[in-house]
């Protein structure tokens, strides 16, 4: 069976720190032309200081943060969850390379567009130490964490999927953590992350760029505005 290898160190180098407008401060990964942040943002602050509200329910219209699975010791692992609504809040959603968008991220980077996402992934996909196997979409085990992945069933996991042999994931530093997601209720927290795009999908949903612990890909699934997923930034 064919597995990512493990990096030993992250050839691919940083681009050093950045800190958020409230102070917290994240590790970064470069990857061929970009470099993103290898942590889920945590911010409860706009760049120009206006505030979030911790959220209780799901609403379509108020800037909330969650805590992943209502837990405030998560954070730290895990960052903090928002809607697309809140993420988009005063403008126009672009499928642009660059998208141009900063929303909660600090000065110098961005909201990275649905093709930007589509870019990294096609970077991971063609070089075989983050792939694997021979398929060039199998990229998930490359992306995500090799702890916090919860799988509980007796049966092999399916090959190549994030939890066959959870100690060759995060080849690419990137380090995703399965933060899960809020709608209504919080779901997900163990075996999946989504990480909302600068781009829209319809009038009532828009794409997020999803892992689930049994798949060997990173799906492009749209999914309901007011739903609150992760957020990674990308440097400008």
């Not at 050839?11 to 942040?37: E, F, H, K, P, S």
């Not at 010791?73 to 998208?99: D, H, I």
């Amino acid at each position: 069976m064919a597995v990512a290898a493990i990096a030993s160190s992250f050839a691919q180098g940083d681009c050093g720190t950045v800190t958020d407008r409230d102070g917290n401060v994240y590790q970064t990964v470069q990857l061929g032309i970009q470099c993103w942040m290898r942590e889920n943002l945590r911010v409860t602050h706009f760049p120009d200081g206006r505030p979030l509200a911790l959220g209780e329910e799901t609403s379509a219209t108020e800037l909330f943060y969650y805590y992943p699975n209502g837990d405030s010791t998560q954070v730290a692992r895990n960052g903090l969850l928002y809607s697309w609504n809140t993420c988009l809040t005063g403008k126009k959603p672009t499928e642009a390379v660059p998208s141009g968008i900063q929303s909660l991220c600090p000065d110098g980077w961005h909201l990275p567009s649905n093709f930007e996402w589509m870019n990294l992934e096609d970077f991971l996909g063609y070089k075989e130490e983050h792939r694997c196997g021979t398929d060039v979409n199998n990229v998930a085990k490359a992306m995500a964490s090799r702890e916090g992945w919860q799988y509980n069933s007796f049966s092999p996991a399916p090959e190549c999927s994030i939890a066959d042999g959870m100690k060759n994931n995060n080849s690419s530093g990137m380090d995703v953590p399965p933060a899960g997601n809020f709608f209504h209720t919080f779901d997900g927290f163990g075996v999946d992350a989504g990480f909302w795009t600068a781009s829209d999908g319809s009038e009532v949903t828009a794409p997020i760029h999803h892992f689930y612990i049994t798949n060997a890909t990173v799906e492009i699934n749209c999914t309901p505005k007011e739903a609150a997923y992760s957020v990674r930034c990308l440097k400008d």
